[in-house]
């Protein structure tokens, strides 16, 4: 989504609310650009919306649990992060992403010899 890169969030929000009507099929890639555009935007409760939205719509999506996790390291809420990344660790167990997340937030719960190994 060139649109979220550039910045352009309003043009971008519109055009995939109009692709949710009209492709249902693929309404969990959008609903997850949207709540990345939340992200970019620091409205994080509305991302996490958005990102189960995402979920609810295609279980095994690794991406938004990615999102959730990443969004509620930022708003210092571990527990919740700490669920989403074992979600996440269940649909792709090797994923490096997410593998940095959870040493993102074993740093950030001061257990960095944890974090080091798990790099």
Do not use: W
């Amino acid at each position: 989504m060139c649109l979220i890169r550039f910045d352009k969030f309003p043009e971008a929000s519109n055009l995939l609310n109009d692709l949710i009507e009209k492709d249902s099929q693929n309404k969990a890639r959008y609903y997850c650009a949207l709540g990345r555009i939340q992200k970019r935007q620091t409205e994080y409760a509305r991302a996490i919306e958005l990102f189960e939205m995402s979920v609810c719509e295609k279980p095994r999506y690794l991406s938004p649990y990615r999102e959730m996790a990443e969004c509620y390291i930022l708003l210092n809420n571990c527990q919740e992060a700490e669920r989403c990344i074992s979600k996440a660790h269940e649909i792709d167990d090797g994923n490096i992403f997410v593998i940095l997340l959870e040493a993102r937030l074993a740093q950030k719960q001061g257990r960095p010899d944890y974090a080091i190994d798990l790099l």
